[in-house]
């Protein structure tokens, strides 16, 4: 307590300072005339009766030395002082403080700017109540339907029949919400607005979604398991970015009616803002519609099929339960449930049926798909503005070498007088690390630009949509993260410098540093240099090695032309038609574009190229079935009459589909020849025949082979998945997946030399139908770039920070080649005096810094090996051992040493032998 | 003439609270005056070795002190002991006591008490 107290009133002595140096002075003045009355009444003469007194009082500077310590904290002052010091001193270097600065400002920038993003994607929780005690079913995340009573490696999406089941046996969780695994796009207008209907992502959730993340509406009311019943009225929640982007904030939105996919929906309340929905994605929902809605919206509705699966769960554990004593319950009431439908399976699905089971993990963060996305690429560039922040470090902790040496002899003067070694090594270290705390400052700025940038770049969002849900703006943690990384990396480059000027011999030093001819002190900063080109040279590399596999996954062959082809995206489910409408649609769709001047072609299909497919089994017509572990997969398109030669994808065998397919004549399709490949090994495929489902008729002749085509660009690098096309003519209205017969995809292929103005486009479209919105309309090469926009990203950053690195390591170098020639004047002079002409002082001063560069390429050569296995999963079947990127990372690090050292190696030739002998 | 002793570490403190003790409200000069008497010229004390630890226990909060005049209408800074110094007097001397008997006892021991 007594102790406590003291710190404080030593703490706040400051303030009282001058006060006290005064009341000390009047105190020692009383003192001492009172001792001098005593010796003046003992019979001294007064001036010695005073001199005696001062004598018995003691040594009065070393006596107020010790008040003044006891009285304040000598550390914290000093340290006070030292900082002063330190900025007056970096006031005085404006040249070298910008520099240090702009470096660590560029390093600290982009590391934090990457950081934000590693946060919001990888780290942060969604922003709900405690969610920490959100768990989700699944430990992969899937997508949209899955069909039957078996699920590989894990259960992870349910039906709406068994998610009921989950919620009403599972006491652990004290609620268990359900959302579908894939968005949807609803087309969304006002009652009585006179404008066209527009779409917005939108999601259906179970009642009790809201209360299980435990979020209230921010207006109105939330949805309650009343509105997710049978014959409840259809309501709605909205998200607060369209309440308030279109609307205003307006109040009445509230309790006035939509309409959704043109039904009429009452919107109840308004979500909070922020709240993104339950998982991380580049388009947040904008409503939220109750699950038990879903088929009033949908003319194919899941929610009564058993089993369909199409539902992820999403659940708050109960005080009391544990993640693994609920895993445990559900995976018995998996069982039950599967046991409750054993009638209903395949014998392959009871064959399967011992091995089903499921996994609960951790939901805190939602069901993200986004963050096992983007791992690998964040976790690179983590790593890369790692190898950028330690080239920032080493850059400065040159300067401050080269300050060091300057600083020398005063250091040496101080130690002479018997200054702490503390205090010596304090002075640099404090000055690097306000340099680096400035830098980091500094840095959110740049951060904030940065990852704005990065953010429209990765996520383009559509007009009017919200984008993806994460901020520019720095954090706390983000803030946190900055000092953090600031104060070690300000640790780290002034280390040694700080240590450095410990080893000042005092003598040594004054004797005058520039006659030695000991190189003290500069293995430091050329160890830095060499590791500054090794790690330029890894990350020039990496950057070629990404830019190589983007160049070759952009101009690979892909099977389909995409010059003068145009693609418009529509959605006729959001116009509300209905399955049967939808033939005519298309035909009146068709040929008012195929009207259109400069259209040389059209067709539509369910999915363009580098758009996507649907996936279904295969069993062939006279193949024995496939055993339960033989995989017969095949993906599968819809689309119109001569779609093949209007993508430009060549029929190698029989035919295309034409107008002569029709609703009544033989069910025909189209095979790829990787579909050849994978069902017709030594046979002709034509006039063959297959179906989608194993007990039913295997009705669709093979027709036509065309040839490969990669019409999914997910999975760059990979062989081209099977495919067959059906047309669209041929739909089958009783089928399971009525969603397939929307097709949404118009390609338009353009005259040779002609164009097709959009806007021509979006007024055939309106002569169709003005309340069917077009959702895009692009190139194909902007569709199939579009789906590089990651790798383009990265391969992008890669560069960037290569170019950053290697012009700090050439800054690093050229400052270490002119220190060094600076110091070696009076060599060189002598040596010039000696009959040494320029170009042998410019090889003298090159070979120094070629000898740098050569180490530094003989230590990233393995590093770049290294790296290259680093990125292999990431280069799409390009090889990480290319000999032509590395070369020419090589040659650019070479030829940027040369203009390096060049520079202060003319100036070095230039030295008149006179003047530098005279310059001590 | 006998050799004067060093003050001890720490006990310069004690002295003053004691001081402060016994006489009441008193000024440095007085202190220091005080603690030469009392310790019969046996300590060597330069006085000015005082100030610091005044100012320390003030810190702690033992003494207090504030202006005033004295006998010959001088202005002097008045040091007494607060409550917090009584109680810690009280303790260290307690201490003190304690240490000086132990101390005591060893030096009374003789070998063959040991026996």
């Keep these: ?335 039950q449930w599967l046991r409750a439908h054993w009638n209903e399976m395949s014998a392959a699905e009871r064959m399967k049926f011992p091995e089903q089971t499921l996994f609960l993990s951790p939901g805190g963060a939602g069901i993200t798909s986004m963050r096992e996305q983007y791992q690998r690429w964040l976790q690179i560039l983590m790593t890369i503005t790692g190898f950028v922040l330690f080239i920032v470090c080493a850059n400065v902790a040159n300067l401050m070498l080269v300050r060091g040496m300057e600083r020398q002899r005063q250091t040496a003067v101080s130690m002479a007088l018997g200054a702490r070694a503390s205090r010596v090594v304090r002075q640099p270290l404090l000055e690097s690390i306000l340099l680096s705390l400035f830098g980091g400052a500094a840095g959110l700025a740049i951060a904030y630009g940065g990852t704005r940038l990065i953010l429209r770049f990765a996520f383009p969002s559509m007009a009017g949509l919200a984008g993806v849900p994460i901020s520019a703006s720095p954090s706390l943690p983000v803030l946190c993260f900055a000092f953090v990384a600031s104060l070690a990396t300000g640790l780290a480059f002034g280390i040694a410098p700080a240590c450095l000027a410990l080893r000042v011999d005092p003598i040594e030093a004054l004797r005058g540093a520039n006659r030695s001819t000991t190189r003290a002190g500069s293995l430091p900063r050329k160890t830095l240099v060499v590791l500054q080109a090794a790690l330029s040279l890894v990350l020039l590399s990496a950057a070629g090695l990404l830019t190589v596999a983007l160049r070759s996954l952009e101009h690979q062959n892909l099977g389909f032309q995409q010059d003068g082809r145009i693609v418009a995206t529509m959605n006729p489910r959001l116009a509300g038609y209905r399955p049967d409408q939808l033939s005519p649609l298309y035909r009146r769709i068709h040929d008012s574009i195929a009207n259109l001047p400069g259209v040389a072609s059209v067709a539509l299909c369910l999915y363009s190229p580098a758009g996507g497919g649907w996936g279904s089994g295969v069993w062939v017509d006279g193949h024995p079935d496939p055993g339960p572990r033989n995989e017969n997969f095949a993906a599968w398109d819809r689309v119109t009459a001569g779609y093949f030669d209007v993508i430009g994808t060549p029929i190698i065998r029989g035919h295309d589909i034409t107008e002569q397919d029709t609703a009544g004549s033989r069910k025909v399709a189209v095979v790829s020849d990787a579909f050849v490949r994978k069902f017709f090994r030594n046979e002709d495929p034509l006039g063959k025949h297959f179906g989608r489902t194993p007990g039913e008729p295997r009705e669709f002749e093979i027709v036509g082979v065309a040839r490969d085509a990669r019409y999914l660009l997910s999975n760059p690098g990979q062989a081209p998945v099977p495919f067959f096309f059906l047309p669209e003519t041929q739909a089958e209205y009783g089928q399971s997946n009525l969603g397939s017969l929307f097709l949404h995809d118009i390609v338009i292929l353009a005259r040779p030399g002609a164009t097709v103005p959009v806007s021509t486009i979006r007024e055939a479209m309106a002569s169709v139908d003005p309340g069917m919105p077009l959702v895009s309309i692009r190139t194909m090469r902007e569709q199939v770039a579009g789906q590089f926009t990651q790798q383009r990203l990265i391969a992008r950053l890669t560069s960037f920070f290569g170019i950053l690195s290697l012009l700090l390591a050439s800054i690093g170098l050229y400052g270490v080649t002119a220190y060094n020639a600076g110091r070696r004047v009076s060599e060189i002079g002598v040596r010039m005096a000696l009959g040494a002409d320029r170009s042998q002082v410019i090889r003298l001063v090159l070979r120094g810094a070629f000898g740098l560069l050569l180490f530094g390429l003989l230590i990233g050569l393995p590093l770049t090996l290294l790296a290259g296995r680093f990125l292999s999963s990431q280069l799409y079947g390009t090889s990480p051992y290319n000999p032509v990127v590395i070369l020419a990372g090589t040659l650019v690090l070479g030829v940027s040493a040369l203009v390096a050292s060049l520079l202060p190696a003319l100036r070095a030739s230039r030295v008149s032998p006179l003047d530098a002998l005279r310059s001590d | 003439m006998k050799p004067k002793a060093d003050v001890q570490p720490g006990t310069l403190a004690l002295m003053v609270l004691k001081t402060l003790d016994v006489l009441g409200a008193l000024h440095g000069y007085g202190i220091a005056q005080r603690i030469e008497q009392i310790s019969g010229d046996l300590l060597t004390l330069n006085q000015g070795t005082l100030y610091p630890v005044l100012l320390r226990l003030e810190q702690e909060g033992s003494i207090a002190s504030e202006w005033g005049a004295s006998e010959n209408n001088r202005k002097a800074r008045f040091y007494r002991l607060t409550r917090t110094g009584r109680k810690q007097l009280r303790a260290e001397t307690r201490d003190w006591e304690q240490t000086a008997a132990i101390v005591g006892r060893f030096f009374a021991v003789k070998a063959e008490d040991l026996k």
């Design chain 1, 1 to 335: 307590m007594r102790t406590f107290r003291r710190f404080f009133r030593r703490l706040v002595s400051r303030a009282t300072i001058r006060q006290d140096e005064e009341r000390l002075r009047a105190e020692i003045e009383d003192h001492i005339a009172r001792q001098t009355e005593e010796n003046v009444r003992a019979g001294w003469p007064p001036a010695e009766a005073r001199r005696q007194a001062v004598l018995k009082f003691g040594p009065l500077e070393s006596m107020k030395d010790t008040y003044r310590e006891q009285r304040g904290l000598p550390s914290v002052e000093v340290l006070v002082l030292d900082t002063r010091h330190a900025l007056r001193r970096l006031r005085r270097a404006p040249a070298f403080t910008l520099a240090a600065t702009l470096t660590l400002v560029l390093g600290m920038g982009a590391t934090t700017s990457i950081f934000t993003l590693v946060h919001a994607i990888l780290l942060k929780s969604l922003p709900v109540a405690n969610p920490s005690e959100l768990y989700r079913v699944g430990r992969e995340s899937r997508c949209c339907y899955l069909a039957g009573y078996s699920q590989d490696r894990e259960f992870s999406l349910v039906s709406y029949d068994l998610y009921r089941y989950f919620r009403d046996h599972t006491d652990g969780f004290s609620e268990l919400a359900a959302v579908p695994s894939m968005q949807l796009l609803f087309g969304v207008r006002r009652s009585g607005s006179p404008e066209a209907a527009r779409s917005y992502p939108g999601e259906f959730v179970s009642g009790n979604y809201f209360a299980m993340f435990g979020i209230a509406a921010y207006a109105g009311r939330a949805l309650t398991a009343t509105d997710d019943r049978v014959g409840a009225p259809p309501v709605a929640v909205m998200s607060y970015r369209l309440w308030q982007q279109n609307y205003g904030g307006d109040p009445s939105v509230i309790g006035s009616t939509f309409h959704l996919n043109d039904k009429l929906f009452t919107i109840v309340g308004i979500a909070p803002p922020g709240f993104f929905g339950d998982t991380l994605r580049p388009t947040p929902p904008d409503f939220f519609l109750p699950l038990n809605s879903e088929p009033f919206v949908e003319s194919d509705a899941d929610l009564n099929k058993y089993d369909t699966h199409w539902l992820n769960l999403i659940g708050r554990i109960g005080p009391g339960a544990t993640a693994a004593s609920v895993e445990a319950q559900m995976r018995v009431e998996l069982k």
